[in-house]
């Protein structure tokens, strides 16, 4: 059986880490690997019902995460995190945890999160209406050495998942697309 990996995409809401995790499973697919995404606001109202906001509550919810993670590569599945997972700390955990990991920190400025940001979320932390929001009124602590870093303000969403791509394939981690006789173009 082949190994899985787990593609850990971090960084603040509305970065577009579900858009990118969408769109790495279904080329990872069209590749024939095995694929599943773990998205954090799905995770949230299925194993987290009930977690806050609280460092200890977002900390609990990673581990959540992170224990899936674990038990769907260790299958040879390619696992894709898409959770803003706002501490190092409980990131490096998961990585210790799962072995096979890449960290992909999504990162996109604050002015255009607010910018892209549809349902008012930002405007209203920034007001104070929200309490603990990351990135505003609680803390985002950026990936020190993630193996992959995708600038959402400035690249494409395909530009941002061909990085990935390119990683993944450096690493070993899922065939060439050229390889496998499947061409993307």
């Known amino acids: ?98 072995g096979r990991f890449v960290e992909v920190y999504v990162r996109c400025p604050l002015e255009e999160l607010v910018r892209r940001d549809v349902k008012g979320l930002y405007a209203r932390a920034l007001r104070g209406e929200i309490a603990n929001f990351t990135g505003v009124s609680d803390p985002y602590e950026e990936p020190e050495a993630p193996e ?11 530009e941002s998942v061909g990085r990935i791509l390119a990683e993944l394939e450096r690493r070993g981690y899922v065939r060439s697309a050229i390889l496998d006789g499947k061409g993307s173009e």
């Open 1 to 98: 059986m082949t190994q899985g990996v787990t593609v850990w995409l971090t960084g603040l809401s509305g970065a577009g880490k579900s858009t990118l995790a969408e769109l790495l499973a279904k080329e990872l697919r069209r590749r024939g690997e095995r694929v599943e995404i773990l998205d954090g606001d799905v995770v949230r109202q299925h194993l987290s019902q009930g977690l806050g906001f609280s460092r200890a509550d977002r900390d609990t919810n990673i581990r959540r995460i992170a224990f899936v993670a674990h038990l769907l590569s260790r299958n040879g599945v390619v696992v894709i995190v898409a959770a803003i997972s706002p501490y190092r700390s409980t990131r490096a955990e998961a990585r210790a945890l799962i």
């Open 148 to 158: 992959v870093i995708v600038d959402t303000d400035r690249q494409s969403p395909a």
